[in-house]
């Protein structure tokens, strides 16, 4: 167990680089069999910025209190988020699929559905219409998972799965692997976890141009604070194809040791 030893010996920094070069893809890759080019997100607070570790550089900014904790980036369920400056690759057509490891303090929040955002790829901006994909944790610890066809908002607008409950005050992985209408794997600690479809919305993905976030999925007076995470969120990677169940499992084993 030599090279473990080694791994939790490294500065936070260079553990990043190497978890991101060796399991979260590079072309020619034999063990996670993912080229660069299908990274088009990859966020951790190693360095305490929230900088993009993958060649898409969708740097983030800190926003209303949003900071590095431990190197992991914190979020106080009231308004903080990351703002994601730039969409390269991000708006791809589906499958897409987000990873990110979470440790919220609390799994309720005052909003009747949403306890706290983990990934949007569209900031919903006041609750306009559905659009792209977000991740999220449900009122009460639920995973869900969605993505909009653009034409209104509510359940006739999206496609979602929600999963089993998230536990508070502990690290998990989570990963959501959205490839169409009913085809959406939800994954916790590395293991398929199943879940139940919702919604009617559109066969078809449609995005706006409202940015990315982390850490909320909604501005809108009133939401924002029942749509913002409370606790820490770490190594959020989004790419462009469907990741396997092996994949998943390589992501959890190996950002375990540092969670």
């Not at 607070?45 to 209303?64: E, M, Y």
């Not at 944790?137 to 409950?165: C, E, H, M, W, Y």
């Not at 989004?238 to 499992?249: H, K, M």
């Amino acid at each position: 167990m030599r090279w473990l030893a080694i791994l939790l010996a490294m500065p936070a920094v260079v553990l990043a680089q190497f978890t991101l070069r060796t399991h979260l893809p590079q072309n020619g890759s034999t063990g996670f069999g993912v080229a660069d080019e299908n990274v088009v997100g990859s966020w951790n607070g190693a360095d305490g910025s929230a900088r993009d570790w993958s060649q898409a550089f969708n740097n983030g900014a800190f926003s209303n209190g949003a900071s590095v904790v431990s190197n992991a980036f914190s979020f106080n369920g009231s308004n903080g988020c990351i703002a994601v400056i730039s969409t390269n690759g991000l708006k791809p057509p589906l499958p897409v699929s987000i990873s990110a490891w979470v440790k919220p303090t609390t799994i309720a929040n005052i909003n009747p559905l949403i306890a706290g955002g983990i990934f949007a790829s569209d900031f919903l901006d006041g609750g306009l219409t559905y659009n792209g994909y977000w991740v999220y944790i449900v009122n009460g610890g639920s995973l869900q998972a969605n993505f909009g066809d653009g034409t209104t908002i509510g359940s006739t607008a999206r496609r979602s799965k929600v999963g089993p409950l998230i536990s508070s005050h502990v690290w998990t992985h989570i990963c959501a692997v959205i490839r169409g209408t009913t085809n959406i794997s939800l994954y916790v600690n590395g293991t398929d976890v199943g879940g139940t479809y919702s919604g009617t919305g559109g066969n078809t993905m449609v995005y706006s141009n409202r940015p990315p976030a982390i850490g909320v999925i909604d501005n809108n007076a009133g939401v924002a604070a029942a749509s913002t995470f409370q606790g820490l969120i770490n190594d959020v990677v989004v790419w462009n194809i469907s990741l396997t169940t092996n994949q998943v499992g390589q992501l959890y084993q190996v950002g375990k040791l540092r969670h």
